[in-house]
């Protein structure tokens, strides 16, 4: 790097000018998506708030309600006996609109720059967000405007997704995807629990905040995606990230080359590393159709399993503090606190998931691994788990981890090792589609799940756990055909690795 540069020079000469900007963009997407899940996160504390125990409350004295009414503290329309259907109706709301929106959204993101899209979503997403805490303070009591809202926002949202995805393959290769992924992916679980302890400091007084402050953050995080996102590495300079083997050489999966040690190097000159690293005339490679990301090979069998692996994800996500609320009897901020030890499993599991298959090589056996291990944790958890904080705690961080562990993985490194496959020739403008593909598919079952919930929960908790237990069982079985020829080509690996060995 130049020598004018003297603040901070020591750590810029640490890495090469690919590192620097690759580690940038990572950090400012993780910080993109995290506002994206902060803000969804404020609904699933403020529920426990909306329609609550009146009775062990003291009624104000200058209160006009009498002192037989039981619903004097909850928030109309959520004072009927029927607000677990009204609660669900205002997250299908938004599950409904995101799922549906997912699948135009992708198109969108291959036609449109990244940085115009993200940001607008961004504003825009924090501006729907605000107006569903706004609601306290206009005093709003109608159904209608709550849905209204939800779907709007729900809309936007799906502006995150394939973009973010889009713009961290753009500069990262395959190597080590899964671990650089699966840490990234976090984001998720930070965004939760970010919401989750923003929205319990007023959830109890003033709730509208739990949704306002949220949604200002996140409008000014759109402001500086707006500044700050680069969208290709060639932007700036920089040297495209290789995707996959050429010319007959494999691509080295420990190869330091995804930490972004290309060609823009410190040890060169300035003028050696802008001729390298200089952008070069390129065809724009044609935008892939809806069928063509069908034709993937395992875009079908990861889509249907994240339909129901979110399925089982969003249900804890929206669900999990009221389950807590009524079944530990915590306060509304209790429940919400001890709801985010879920999303710190979570943070591990996807981590775990990354590493395990990059190590591996096993994208598909590693969710069914966690799969299969999930099922009985959930089923333990609903018996065991409220015997105690020291089960709540453990065994919500397990569930957690195996539950977002293979929903993490197919989200972030299998679309974009589908985004990017073989088959594609290079061209990388499938990736927007594919993720929007996948995570449109895994959307509906994120809309499924919350509404489920909320039709099943009269009828006993318990019946909710057998729901997400079974929608787990059919994750893990969608996998079954991937898992196969993922052990056909370990046996064949191993049989090539032996006759060297004769040799």
Excluded at 112 to 134: D, H, I, N, Q, V
Excluded at 290 to 315: D, H, M, Q
Aim: hydrophobic share 45%.
């Amino acid at each position: 790097m130049r020598s004018s540069l003297a603040p901070g020079v020591w750590f810029l000469r640490t890495f090469s000018r690919d590192s620097w900007f690759r580690g940038f963009i990572l950090v400012l997407t993780f910080f993109i998506y995290t506002c994206y899940h902060m803000s969804r996160k404020p609904i699933s504390v403020v529920k426990s708030r909306l329609h609550q125990n009146c009775s062990e409350l003291i009624n104000p004295m200058n209160d006009s309600h009498s002192l037989n009414d039981t619903t004097w503290c909850d928030w109309a329309p959520f004072d009927k006996n029927n607000y677990k259907e009204l609660l669900g109706a205002v997250d299908n709301a938004f599950l409904v609109a995101y799922a549906i929106g997912m699948f135009i959204s992708g198109i969108f993101g291959e036609r449109l720059p990244l940085r115009y899209y993200l940001s607008a979503g961004m504003l825009l997403s924090g501006l729907f967000t605000s107006l569903f805490g706004l609601g306290y303070f206009w005093n709003i009591h109608v159904l209608w405007y709550f849905v209204l809202v939800q779907i709007c926002n729900g809309l936007v949202q799906t502006t995150g997704w394939p973009s973010v995805v889009t713009c961290v393959g753009n500069w990262f290769g395959k190597g080590k995807r899964g671990l650089i992924m699966g840490i990234w992916n976090s984001h998720t679980s930070v965004g939760n629990i970010l919401g989750s302890l923003i929205a319990g400091v007023w959830v109890n007084e003033h709730w509208g905040l739990s949704f306002v402050v949220p949604g200002i953050i996140t409008a000014a995080m759109g402001v500086l995606t707006f500044l700050f996102l680069i969208e290709y590495p060639e932007d700036v300079d920089c040297a495209a990230p290789q995707h996959h083997a050429s010319d007959g050489l494999e691509e080295n999966p420990d190869s330091p080359e995804d930490l972004g040690n290309g060609p823009c190097t410190n040890k060169e000159s300035s003028l050696e590393s802008a001729g390298r690293c200089s952008k070069e005339p390129r065809a724009e490679p044609a935008a892939i159709s809806f069928l063509g990301a069908l034709r993937i090979p395992g875009v079908v069998e990861f889509s249907l399993c994240l339909l129901f692996a979110k399925l089982v994800s969003y249900t804890f996500l929206y669900w999990l503090p009221l389950y807590i609320f009524n079944v530990a009897h915590f306060s509304a901020k209790q429940a919400g606190d001890l709801s985010t030890l879920f999303d710190v499993g979570g943070i591990m599991g996807g981590i775990m998931a990354g590493l395990i298959s990059d190590h591996t090589n096993g994208r598909a056996t590693t969710c069914c691994v966690m799969l299969i291990l999930a099922a009985p944790m959930m089923f333990l958890y609903n018996n065991i788990g409220q015997n105690g904080i020291t089960n709540s705690i453990v065994m919500l961080i397990i569930c957690g981890a195996l539950v977002n562990g293979p929903y993490a993985l197919i989200t972030t490194a299998v679309s974009a090792d589908l985004g990017t496959h073989e088959s594609l020739k290079g061209n990388a403008k499938a990736l927007s589609t594919v993720t929007a593909i996948i995570d449109g598919t895994g959307s509906i079952g994120a809309a499924l799940g919350p509404l489920l919930a909320g039709l099943i929960s009269p009828t006993g908790w318990n019946n909710v756990f057998y729901m997400l237990i079974s929608a787990d069982v059919l994750a893990c079985l969608l996998l079954c055909r991937l898992v196969y020829k993922e052990i056909l080509a370990w046996k064949s690996s191993l049989n090539r690795d032996r006759g060297y060995k004769e040799i």
